[in-house]
């Protein structure tokens, strides 16, 4: 029943309520990552800072906040958000990827902690800053890690991160300006299945990390594998939790004073959260395969498109398990957008309950890059939010209108 139902609300009963397509967040899920998380590093000083990039609903934030999730942003309206759900400087991170240095100006003015992530950046912040501003260096430790090749950051050819052979270098520039360097950062990409890529990166920071006097944070960032099926491999938490601990606390001793680790989690926290939920406009009979096709396409849910990635999907409407039949589900973008990827990444089928028109198709894990990448593509509406918490279905974000779509046009003559 409970794959049918969030906290005993039934998600046909949230269909019929809101409307499709419409994504559904779990908070108890949420609570229960978080700690699963800090459970895995409880013998060390642990920030858990949320990389709220894969859901940046006000709400979501509020409840990480609450739970005492501090909070990792890469954009200056993400910074907005953050202080909007109740965040204050010193709780957000600023981790941004080659952006103009006013966007860093403004986030020192704002008290965020700051990754530096090239040379550049590095030595204009010590030439406007010089030690008055602490700052963390985030570093590309040159290891292979992740699930797809769009979502490993640590490897040589990455556009993330300042090299590990340029430590002269970087050691130069903090040195000219008398830099304080108050943590280094890394982060090895997402989907990260065991403990060796995090090791190895770890081994490579913790290095480096001697040459720094200043020293507060180890920020070894996310990627922790997530089920995305039954029987899935995941992030063997406590194997990484032990593991790194380890490494971390001897660090710490050899360095001489006691550190906080610090790690970036986004989809881990909230990706098995999220259930899509959709409506079936027909089901589509071709001499070769049998379409689902939904009121939604890769404009509201893109990673299977955009990754080839895995999502759970099942006739919410229908748990009769008597007659299934292959269907390929599909969207209503003029494109193809195929939502039904095999676990190899290629457009597949599902074996599902019974599908017939008007029925309510699930999709799982859409609680992390799905709204936060969602467009209006063909000119459809973004759909609308809701939170369960506390047994009750909360509305957080209304459905678009098409008002919403033209709010910004100019109307000029032609």
């Keep these: 029943m409970s794959y049918y139902s969030i906290q005993n609300i039934k998600l046909t009963d949230l269909a019929n309520q809101f409307g499709t397509p419409l994504y559904v967040y779990d908070a108890d899920k949420i609570i229960e990552k978080i700690s699963i998380l800090r459970d895995s590093f409880k013998n060390v000083n642990l920030k858990i800072k949320y990389a709220c990039k894969a859901n940046t609903n006000l709400a979501i934030l509020k409840l990480m906040r609450k739970h005492g999730v501090e909070i990792d942003v890469v954009s200056p309206e993400e910074l907005r958000l953050a202080m909007m759900a109740g965040y204050e400087g010193s709780q957000i991170t600023f981790t941004p990827s080659g952006v103009s240095f006013d966007e860093i100006e403004l986030a020192a003015e704002l008290g965020t902690r700051i990754n530096l992530d090239n040379l550049d950046v590095l030595e204009k912040f010590g030439q406007r800053f010089g030690n008055t501003k602490g700052a963390l260096i985030r570093l590309k430790p040159h290891v292979f890690g992740g699930g797809n090749e769009k979502i490993m950051t640590a490897h040589p050819e990455s556009k993330f991160g300042i090299s590990i052979h340029q430590k002269a270098e970087i050691l130069a520039i903090v040195e000219k300006y008398d830099m304080k360097i108050i943590g280094l950062h890394q982060h090895t990409g997402s989907d990260v299945k065991n403990a060796d890529a995090f090791t190895q990166a770890a081994s490579a920071i913790l290095e480096m990390a001697f040459s720094f006097k200043d020293l507060e944070i180890i920020d070894l960032g996310g990627g922790f594998k997530v089920a995305y099926k039954d029987g899935d491999i995941v992030t063997d938490m406590e194997e990484v939790g032990e593991v790194l601990s380890n490494a971390f606390l001897d660090f710490a001793k050899k360095y001489g004073r006691e550190l906080q680790l610090w790690f970036e989690p986004g989809k881990f926290l909230v990706s ?127 459905r678009e209108t098409f008002d919403d779509i033209v709010r910004n046009l100019v109307s000029v003559e032609i």
């Design 272 to 398: 098995e959260a999220g259930t899509f939920l959709t409506t079936a406009n027909t089901v589509k009979r071709d001499p070769i395969k049998t379409f689902v096709c939904v009121n939604s396409g890769l404009n509201h849910l893109g990673r299977p498109m955009m990754y080839g990635s895995y999502h759970d999907i099942f006739n919410a409407s229908n748990e009769d398990e008597s007659v299934q039949e292959e269907y390929r589900v599909v969207g209503y973008i003029c494109e193809t957008d195929t939502f039904s990827w095999t676990p190899e990444g290629k457009q597949g089928e599902r074996l599902m309950n019974k599908v017939s028109s008007g029925d309510i198709i699930a999709m799982k894990n859409a609680g992390a890059y799905c709204f936060s990448m969602a467009s209006q593509y063909n000119s459809r509406l973004l759909p609308a939010e809701v939170l369960v918490i506390n047994g009750e279905a909360k509305l957080i974000r209304r």
